[in-house]
């Protein structure tokens, strides 16, 4: 197989850098493998090793610093065809920690190649998290008052399956680069190396030293038996019968009820469903064919506080999803309405306000519905869902028959049995 390097972009990194010795050796993996350009994607970050994405003549992504671990994962649940190789240095690897363990935790099918010279080269020569504490760096004394990570080690007792150690200067890199790549999970490979521009000036050293280093260490080479499992994406569609990026098409069933953009809200209180009363809402304009937004707020606790969905309705596409002003405004409670008590002055004039018998409204230029909820015997969890029901009555925005349709698509057995119930009962409630 012929290289996949980039000849209209040959390595720059400073003389001697052992950087350019992993860069040809990944590239070896690669023609091992057998591996074309359109089958690779390169995913860095910042910093020397977020040079090797323009190297390459593969698919790439270039990410802030410490997170390319999750950009990887992204790009390998969406495209599981794709072999996916992230490269960070021991920078990016220390700024990204909680990345990197949960990528060892949750075993997706990539390789991370960590770029480990011990410093912050790229801007100045800093101590990073693998910076030995004898060292001398261009931070002076912090490196002293830490422990190095050794790497392996905290991948390994995170869960990596397949974690490897090994120098640049190893005549089987290039073999060791490829059994990681074709290993099915994560795979890690430590590669130590020297940074000519900054570390090595300060901390005379020679590849034998880095070799006995290396041999003191606890030997990692491969896959660890301990943490053998299944791969996560295919592991996750065995479960649920799809992948995680894998949304089901709302197919359009319905001519569009109206043909100008409204904006409805839902005011209630935690555990009055109102959010999931508005994701159905939006599942039923979308069966016909309109775009939604929908946008949500509520406090940090569970069983208190305001609840408030904000849904865009219209036949046209939706470029901001912030109501302006309402052309429904379903108010369930004492605390949603204060969470938007702003709204009911901007209420259009032709519009309607759904309230529950009992719940205070401040002036609106709308019409005002009475919902004697608790006479109907219609339970506080119930009642956003009741209000659309009554919401429908005019088909505007959406009809009834296009609720129960999304209540069918999205709902099963005694959840959709007791909700397609509830919106037939609250077709007939009676409002005053």
């Keep these: 197989m012929p290289s996949l390097l980039n000849p209209d972009r040959p390595p720059a990194f400073c003389p001697g850098c052992s950087h350019e010795q992993s860069l040809h050796a990944l590239d070896r993996a690669f023609q091992k493998l057998g591996l074309t350009a359109s089958q690779v994607v390169m995913v860095s970050d910042i910093g020397c090793s977020g040079l090797f994405d323009t190297f390459f003549t593969t698919h790439a992504l270039h990410g802030l610093h410490g997170r390319a671990l999750t950009y990887g994962a992204g790009i390998k649940l969406a495209q599981p065809h794709l072999t996916v190789v992230v490269t960070m240095g021991d920078g990016g690897l220390g700024i990204g920690g909680a990345h990197f363990l949960a990528a060892c935790r949750?075993?997706?099918?990539?390789?991370?190649?960590?770029?480990?010279?011990?410093?912050?080269?790229?801007?100045g020569g800093q101590f990073s998290c693998t910076t030995p504490a004898p060292a001398s760096v261009a931070s002076r004394f912090l490196n002293a008052m830490e422990r190095p990570m050794e790497v392996c080690s905290v991948a390994a007792a995170a869960g990596a399956p397949f974690v490897a150690r090994s120098s640049v200067c190893e005549k089987d890199l290039a073999d060791l680069l490829a059994r990681a790549i074709s290993f099915e999970g994560f795979s890690l490979v430590d590669i130590?190396?020297?940074?000519?521009?900054?570390?090595?000036?300060?901390?005379?050293?020679?590849?034998?030293?880095?070799?006995?280093?290396?041999?003191?260490?606890?030997?990692?080479?491969?896959?660890?038996?301990?943490?053998?499992?299944?791969?996560?994406?295919?592991?996750?569609?065995?479960?649920?019968?799809?992948?995680?990026?894998?949304?089901?098409?709302?197919?359009?069933?319905?001519?569009?009820?109206?043909?100008?953009?409204?904006?409805?809200?839902?005011?209630?209180?935690?555990?009055?469903?109102?959010?999931?009363?508005?994701?159905?809402?939006?599942?039923?304009?979308?069966?016909?064919?309109?775009?939604?937004?929908?946008?949500?707020?509520?406090?940090?606790?569970?069983?208190?506080?305001?609840?408030?969905?904000?849904?865009?309705?219209?036949?046209?596409?939706?470029?901001?999803?912030?109501?302006e002003r309402p052309d429904v405004v379903v108010a369930l409670s004492e605390e949603g309405v204060r969470r938007r008590r702003e709204l009911f002055a901007r209420v259009k004039p032709e519009g309607r306000v759904v309230v529950a018998k009992g719940v205070a409204l401040p002036p609106t230029p709308a019409s005002v519905l009475h919902v004697d909820f608790q006479a109907w015997s219609i339970k506080r969890r119930e009642r956003a869902l009741a209000a659309l029901a009554v919401v429908a009555r005019g088909g505007d925005p959406v009809t009834g028959e296009m609720l129960e349709n999304a209540a069918a698509s999205t709902l099963r057995g005694k959840s959709l049995d007791s909700t397609l119930a509830l919106l037939n009962r609250a077709e007939t409630l009676p409002v005053g």
């Excluded at 949750?106 to 801007?123: A, C, S």
């Excluded at 649920?240 to 319905?254: L, S």
């Excluded at 408030?308 to 901001?320: F, M, R």
């Design 106 to 123: 949750r075993n997706l099918d990539l390789t991370l190649l960590v770029l480990n010279n011990f410093n912050f080269g790229m801007t």
């Design 192 to 323: 130590w190396g020297l940074c000519t521009g900054r570390y090595l000036g300060k901390n005379p050293g020679a590849p034998q030293e880095i070799q006995n280093t290396l041999a003191g260490l606890p030997p990692y080479r491969g896959p660890v038996a301990q943490n053998l499992r299944r791969e996560y994406a295919s592991h996750y569609r065995e479960h649920t019968g799809g992948a995680p990026w894998e949304v089901p098409e709302i197919q359009a069933q319905f001519r569009p009820p109206i043909t100008e953009r409204r904006e409805v809200v839902l005011l209630g209180t935690a555990g009055d469903r109102i959010i999931s009363a508005g994701t159905l809402l939006a599942h039923a304009a979308v069966s016909a064919g309109m775009h939604v937004t929908q946008k949500n707020d509520y406090a940090i606790t569970v069983m208190r506080g305001p609840s408030v969905t904000e849904l865009i309705i219209s036949p046209e596409p939706i470029t901001y999803p912030g109501v």
